[in-house]
């Protein structure tokens, strides 16, 4: 398939590795030798039409003389290679699938040459898939959602075909791509698509937006957005984050929980404000802590200290699996003691067990 790309003659071929001949062979089995013999000249292209044609040579052995003996096989044209392999049919549908790529995106073809098996398994999805790469050529950055691009193609096409085109605009246009490690092609390209949202909870009236306390946005929007506010409180808890009190200059954020705090790392306004981050008292806590400081180095952690456990250690739970030591670089020097000693007795404090009145007045005296 590459030399055909190239347009290099890889045929006529002779293949001579199709075992030798011993005259031990000759002398004691030769009623099997000419059966074996007669299937091989039966299948050969003197008899068929198409395939290989048998090469020849008279061999002599001492104690049984002269015999015509195959020595190799070739093949003179890739057509009798085809045919004989029984691959015509996708050989011709290679055929016309390239011929249809070169004519239509001709800068392809070095595409072609990596990914021949590619081309083969698309088999009468090209003329889509090559209106979707024209339409991505001329506009690289549409902004638009799928459903809006105005191809000619239902959105499923392009749904249902995503990793052959995202294998053909990584090559086409790689200056558009916005996120190589994102498989959807709405996130890896300049395309809109169904974001995850942000809640935000204004906790100080002065700040209210249009008159809104509770908002929740898409996180492109979010990252945009510029809010009038000195501190910042992330809970790893939605209840928690509900709850918070009234704060001046502050604001919570809650992104979806967990780890998926991830989801704030390109908010560049953040490296702006105050940052309180409050998780659960547990070994994942503290790698979410970490984590969000590999974003924030300025985050500080509010009730996930030895005190406030000591102070609730009756609500505390023995966990299930124990997570292997790991050495969290952000973490300061009490935090550190305190993953390690959460690790260590595989306890948990869940922030949901810390009392209202206690986060609340913790909250008040920290913001006043």
């Not at 456990?309 to 505390?316: A, N, P, S």
Request: glycine letters at 4%; proline letters at 3%; one cysteine or more.
């Amino acid at each position: 398939m590459q030399s055909h790309l190239k347009g290099e003659y890889f045929f006529p071929r002779n293949i001579d590795r199709i075992g030798k001949i011993k005259s031990s062979v000759v002398r004691e089995n030769l009623s099997e030798l000419q059966s074996q013999l007669e299937d091989l000249y039966k299948n050969s292209k003197e008899k068929t039409g198409f395939g290989y044609i048998v090469n020849k040579e008279d061999v002599h052995f001492r104690r049984t003389g002269s015999h015509s003996l195959p020595q190799s096989i070739s093949f003179e044209s890739s057509e009798d290679y085809i045919a004989f392999i029984g691959k015509k049919k996708e050989w011709n549908s290679f055929l016309r699938s390239c011929n249809l790529i070169q004519n239509e995106i001709p800068q392809l073809n070095e595409w072609m040459l990596n990914n021949p098996l590619t081309v083969i398994d698309n088999d009468g999805k090209w003329a889509g898939v090559i209106n979707v790469c024209k339409y991505f050529l001329a506009n690289p950055r549409p902004d638009l959602y799928i459903r809006q691009l105005p191809i000619d193609l239902h959105t499923k096409f392009i749904e249902q075909n995503e990793a052959v085109i995202i294998s053909l605009l990584d090559f086409l246009i790689p200056n558009a791509v916005r996120d190589s490690s994102e498989k959807c092609i709405g996130k890896r390209y300049q395309l809109k698509y169904d974001e995850p949202t942000v809640r935000i909870s204004i906790l100080d009236s002065q700040l209210l937006i249009g008159g809104l306390s509770d908002i929740r946005i898409p996180l492109s929007e979010f990252e945009r957005l510029e809010i009038n506010a000195d501190n910042i409180v992330i809970t790893e808890n939605k209840m928690n984050f509900l709850a918070l009190p009234e704060l001046p200059s502050t604001i919570a954020i809650w992104s979806g929980g967990g780890f998926l705090i991830s989801y704030l790392r390109n908010t560049r306004w953040l490296c702006e404000r105050k940052i309180f981050y409050w998780g659960d008292l547990d070994t994942y806590g503290f790698l979410i802590l970490h984590q969000m400081r590999t974003y924030f180095a300025q985050t500080k952690s509010v009730m996930m200290d030895k005190e406030t456990f000591e102070l609730f250690k009756e609500e505390g739970v023995v966990t299930g699996k124990r997570i292997k030591s790991e050495v969290l670089s952000s973490l300061d020097k009490n935090e550190a003691e305190m993953f390690e000693f959460l690790r260590t007795n595989n306890l948990r404090l869940e922030q949901e067990k810390i009392r209202q009145e206690f986060a609340d007045a913790f909250f008040q005296q920290l913001l006043s």
